[in-house]
């Protein structure tokens, strides 16, 4: 049985879900956010990883699924701000000698319902009903749980 941690990656908001699996089954263990409020982007990198170290000494993830950074031209600024913060996620995690398996959004939704264009409520409603969970999840929770999905899909 392996251990699998999921991230959803962003500058205010990171989302993360662990889940186990074996060639049999995938189980729900934990999800949650990190939200930080502070406007200074090295305090939250700092917060957001401190946080993430916890997990990772709690649960001891074997692997590592995350969301690769998508940067639009809208807003170059909130994009360099959550490249920042994913490196930063990913010096931690390689700290750890944990694998790092990167997916793009299109593939993890694609491997949860189906479709590369399916909406945050389709990836939520499968999330629940792959995981058998019977309470509300938050969009990123659900994210970080399907990008863990789909680490057990192409793995």
């Given at each position: 049985m392996s251990i699998i941690l999921?991230?959803?990656?962003?500058?205010?908001?990171?989302?993360?879900?662990?889940?186990?699996?074996?060639?049999n089954s995938i189980n729900y263990i934990t999800?949650?956010?990190i939200k930080i409020n502070n406007k200074n982007i090295l305090f939250r990198t700092n917060l957001i990883c401190n946080y993430l170290d916890k997990i990772i000494n709690k649960?001891?993830?074997?692997?590592?699924?995350?969301?690769?950074?998508f940067i639009s031209n809208k807003n170059i600024s909130s994009g360099l701000k959550l490249s920042q913060v994913k490196g930063a996620i990913l010096f931690l995690i390689t700290k750890y000698n944990i694998p790092v398996f990167e997916?793009?959004?299109?593939?993890?939704?694609?491997?949860?319902?189906?479709?590369?264009?399916?909406?945050?409520?389709?990836?939520?409603?499968?999330?629940?009903f792959l995981l058998k969970i019977s309470f509300d999840i938050k969009e990123d929770?659900?994210?970080?749980?399907a990008t863990a999905i789909t680490y057990c899909h192409y793995n």
């Open positions: 999921g991230l959803d990656p962003g500058s205010l908001i990171t989302g993360y879900g662990i889940i186990s699996y074996d060639i999800s949650g956010l649960f001891k993830p074997d692997y590592c699924a995350i969301e690769k950074v997916y793009s959004t299109c593939t993890i939704k694609n491997a949860i319902v189906g479709t590369g264009k399916a909406t945050k409520k389709q990836i939520q409603y499968m999330i629940k929770s659900s994210d970080a749980l």
